[in-house]
């Protein structure tokens, strides 16, 4: 069985627009219209996962993929949590906790922010690719569609690649754009990173 695995980075929100780290906000103007003129371009979907997050199931909803509700979906999918940095910029932890900011910057298991890790989102996200649950089911060539966040998709990316930590910041992952993985879990290839997703007219 060859499987076909697209991860969807959602649409821009309020704080991917000021690049702040995320809050769990909704999508923000522009990106839901972005994401409702994209509608159809994300084809032949035999299986939909999305984030928890309110803009992952927004743009699942505009891009014409689910319900718009939580029945579908995943935990693993989630977003980085930055604990105390959620709602504020790079810069402005940085003004005010420069070691912070470094140490995070150099240290894949630390954590100074009081969320999760890097590496704790690595391991979950290469045990979501590793589960066979993924692509489960009576089609002989599965096509399911994750709706998530960048950090996700640069994790996904690592995972396949067998790159170290470290490249996970070399990795440009923006709103509304879709990464491509073929295979079967264990054994994914990428085929596109990244790809803008576009409406059918101009796409």
Known sequence: MSARLTLVSHASTA???????AADEPLEPRGAAAAADARGTVARVTALRCSPAAAAVETAAALGLGPGDTSTTADALRDWDLGRWRGRTLDDVAGTDPAAVTEWLSDPAAAPHGGEPLVGVLARVADLLADPALVAGDDRAPHVVLVTHAA????AVLSVLGAPPQGFWRIDVAPLTSTVLRGAPGRWTLRTL?????SPARG
Request: glycine share 0%.
């Open 152 to 155: 996700v998709v640069r994790a």
């Open 194 to 198: 990244a790809h803008p997703l576009a």
């Open 15 to 21: 704080a991917t627009a000021a690049s702040a780290f």
